[in-house]
């Protein structure tokens, strides 16, 4: 049995704990807020593409652009989205098993043959990623890239993508990350970044207004392979700022649940030490009774 020292000491540990708890649930917490304000400030940006897309669109006209170029996939690339640091619950853990599952499907769709490059964001997944390269699979770890990185970074990653995709060096490119819904709610998410489909352009498109007439000048197409790409683009900035804000919130519920851990072992050694506390007084007590009878 602990002495009554020792419990205070353990009791002043897990004291300390629970404000250390505390204090990162706090400073998570403001990182969410902070991430949604730029999810916001998105917003503006990719709805004026949204609302181009939907003017082109409703010319009915036939785009070319080697963005939405289809081929044979012999060679696709991912983007798997982690975290840099950890104390984030099982938020690492759920988008590793979602790239499991996603070059499972992939080599379902297209063949064992599949030749899948992992271009890992953040240091913990980069990390677990390593444990799967083999002669089908390739980890290819982006310079300068991270968990953290803000819109200028995001750009011209987007760009080394698209370049690998125009190249022919990828002939199909997704993304796996942890979608923003709310402070409690978090969900896995696969997204296409290239080749762009018409389906993700009708998704994203902007209902058609049959009440304006557009000209286009110099025309359709040329509008089209100008703002593709920014739609891309728009895309990749709103994975990235989702998925970051999804890591805080991960951070916040598993600092809540570490804090009311830390509660509780402190209310549990609390009337440990008040037990023991009052048996050692209730002892004195006695011997002083005791030796008053002797007497």
């Not at 996603?102 to 953040?122: F, H, M, T």
């Not at 760009?159 to 979608?179: I, Q």
Request: proline share 2%; hydrophobic share 40%.
């Amino acid at each position: 049995m602990a002495t009554l020292k020792e419990l205070k000491i353990r009791i002043g540990s897990v004291a300390s704990s629970e404000k250390i708890t505390g204090a990162m649930k706090m400073i998570s917490s403001a990182k969410v807020h902070k991430e949604e304000q730029s999810l916001r400030r998105l917003k503006p940006f990719k709805d004026q593409i949204k609302s181009i897309m939907g003017h082109i669109l409703s010319t009915g006209e036939n785009f070319n652009s080697p963005l939405i170029e289809t081929r044979d996939v012999k060679r696709a690339g991912i983007v798997v989205y982690g975290s840099d640091d950890g104390l984030c619950g099982a938020y690492n853990i759920n988008i590793f098993k979602g790239l499991l599952i996603e070059i499972d499907r992939l080599k379902q769709a297209y063949g064992n043959d599949l030749y899948v490059e992992v271009y890992p964001v953040g240091k913990k997944m980069t990390k677990a990623v390593r444990h799967l390269e083999n002669d089908q699979l390739g980890v290819k770890v982006p310079e300068g890239v991270d968990s953290k990185m803000q819109g200028e970074i995001v750009t011209e990653f987007t760009k080394t993508l698209r370049d690998a995709f125009l190249n022919g060096d990828l002939d199909l490119v997704e993304t796996v990350y942890m979608g923003f819904q709310s402070m409690s709610r978090q969900k896995l998410a696969t997204e296409q970044l290239f080749p762009v489909t018409e389906k993700m352009l009708t998704e994203e498109s902007a209902e058609e207004d049959d009440n304006k007439l557009y000209i286009f000048e110099p025309d359709a197409n040329s509008i089209f392979n100008e703002v593709l790409p920014m739609f891309v683009m728009s895309t990749m900035q709103e994975i990235t700022v989702q998925n970051r804000a999804s890591e805080q919130a991960a951070r916040v519920m598993a600092m809540q649940s570490a804090n009311d851990n830390a509660k509780k072992l402190f209310d549990e050694l609390q009337l440990e030490y008040n037990k023991l506390r009052q048996q050692s007084i209730t002892t004195e007590l006695l011997d002083i009774l005791g030796g008053q009878v002797e007497r």
